[in-house]
């Protein structure tokens, strides 16, 4: 049996690490034929089902167990009873600890929002170019559903990059990751918005695994409330971590058009965007609560995933 221990920090150091497949999916096969050699290997950022499929089918009969280290891959999509899975979330996990001083420091004020001091519709964050997000990004625009709204996309066919800062310019490569020092910014102009949409790695792609990113951690840091424009399996492990969206989770591009379209009406109507605010006080709240002990949580789950496996 391998002897690894269930402390975060070795899990940063594990030999041979990591593989990213979703950069390059040609790592899969290096991938098992690591993996045969070390009986350990670690998966870094998401990963599709149909990726993993193909990961199994390569491997194909093994007569001793392996150990597979992954941010999010779900238990259900195993079903090769010879390797071992841990799940570490440790994207969002490792954020979570960046902005350990952030919790400590400060002010969060619970604050009550007034639909006559929001400026804006929709908040949205997206950097990097990826063609499941762009699908969603493109949709929203074609249909004007962003035009009063605060968001940041690549330069792409044509279509001129934005930042958060610069409707003009795209976002920085330097400031895209620097995440305590973007602070100020983020929190700042979302609360500017009625409605903050999360469009996480891969989109709306529903194949895809439960990893998720900073993402997540910034709608929740800022109290406004959010919907997601995330695959199930994410929609998920929010669920399971208790977090809840302003409004249930759609799951096919037309659906979340249409829920975006729904909210824009009501932002027009100050009665109604006031009560839909009012609405959400206590979601926001409790989102809050739960995220500062998110690390502990994680944590705590990655220790009893070894425990569980007598590693």
Known sequence: MLKTLPNFSKLQTLPNKGFNWYADSNQIIDSVNTIKKDKIIVIKEQI????WIKFEELLGN???????????LPFE??????????QTHSYVRNTLEEFDEIFKTYSFKHFQRKVNLIEKDFFMMYGRWSYHREQVVAE????SLLDESIYSRPTFE?????SIENAKEPTPDQTRYNHTRNFKSVLENSQKCH???????NGLLQDTDQTMTEKIIWPILAQTPFILAVGIEKAKKLSDWGILPADSPRHSIRSFTEQVLWLKSEFKNLTRAQKWQDSQGEKINLNLKLLK??????????????????I
């Not at 044509?158 to 934005?162: D, T």
């Open 48 to 51: 599709t089902k149909p990726q």
């Open 62 to 72: 093994i007569n001793q167990q392996y150990l597979i280290i992954t941010d999010g």
């Open 77 to 86: 999509w195993v079903k090769n009873s010879k390797l071992t899975v841990i």
């Open 140 to 143: 929203l625009e074609s249909r």
């Open 158 to 162: 044509g279509i001129k990059g934005r």
């Open 195 to 201: 409605c903050y949409i999360v469009l996480e790695n």
């Open 293 to 310: 002990n998110l690390k502990n949580v994680i944590d705590l789950d990655v220790e009893s995933q070894f425990r569980q496996h007598g």
